[in-house]
């Protein structure tokens, strides 16, 4: 069974920093590209950053809102993501997920989430 | 950035009858391999959102086939044959054609 667990949330003061994992379980972690989504109380979802696998040179991808201060990667000998964020603003508040992206193949298409975390809850506020 | 227009906001449906989302997106979603990268997910009250259909008309392992997905051009519509109560919830189309990945704003399924 697909696992993916996030942990490291909390209260943090503006300008100050955190870091969350994910931890992967019940597949081939290093295959497949992995995401942080989150979504704001009470709002939509907002796509994060992206780091892709080792066959793509774990390039990495971040939205607009939080490219410079966040920083994704992962540890696939370990079966973990991590976001490292830094100069946190009370617009990052926010639950963060996990999401593990279909495995990408040119035989069978398409890069939706496939699985998803719970989710941790990052509060920036003074 | 591609925008993602949906509509409605909030759908009230009564169990047993249809419903149908739609979903616009600022630019083509179709990707040189011939397939819209467009996705539909559901979140159920205080649950992680899940997946339902990728590539625009796919659905995923073990969704119903009571969930269709439609595409003309960049006008994206997920069907529902026949509401039932678990299917409440928030609905979200994304496109992932390419980053930044963009949700559209979700409609709210709600059963009458």
């Known amino acids: 069974e697909v696992q993916l667990v996030e942990s490291g949330g909390g209260l943090v003061q503006p300008g100050g920093s955190l870091r969350l994992s994910c931890a992967a379980s019940?597949?081939?972690?290093?295959?497949?590209?992995m995401d942080w989504v989150r979504q704001a109380p009470g709002k939509g979802l907002e796509w994060v950053a992206r780091?892709?696998?080792?066959?793509?040179?774990?390039?990495?991808q971040y939205a607009a809102s939080v490219k410079d201060r966040f920083t994704i990667s992962r540890d696939d000998s370990k079966n973990s993501l991590y976001l490292e964020m830094n100069r946190l603003k009370t617009e990052d508040t926010a639950v963060y997920y996990c999401?593990?992206?279909?495995?990408?193949?040119?035989?069978?298409?398409?890069?939706?989430?496939?699985?998803w975390g719970q989710g941790t809850m990052v509060t920036v506020s003074s | 950035d591609i925008v993602m227009t949906q509509s409605p906001l909030s759908l009230p449906v009564t169990p047993g009858e249809p419903a149908s989302i739609s979903c616009r997106s600022s630019q083509s979603l179709l990707d040189s391999d011939g397939y819209h990268y467009l996705d539909w997910y559901l979140q159920k009250p205080g649950q992680s959102p899940q997946l339902l259909i990728y590539?625009?008309?796919n659905r995923a392992s073990g969704v119903p086939d009571r969930f269709r997905g439609t595409v003309s051009g960049t006008d994206f519509t997920l069907k529902i044959s026949r509401v039932e109560a678990d299917d409440l919830g928030v609905y979200y189309c994304?496109?992932?054609?390419?980053?930044?990945?963009?949700f559209g704003g979700g409609t709210k399924l709600e059963i009458k």
């Open positions: 590539l625009a008309s």
């Open positions: 994304m496109q992932a054609r390419q980053t930044p990945l963009t």
């Open positions: 780091v892709k696998n080792k066959a793509n040179f774990y390039s990495t």
């Open positions: 019940g597949f081939r972690f290093s295959d497949h590209y």
């Open positions: 999401a593990r992206v279909k495995l990408v193949s040119a035989v069978s298409p398409g890069r939706p989430f496939d699985n």
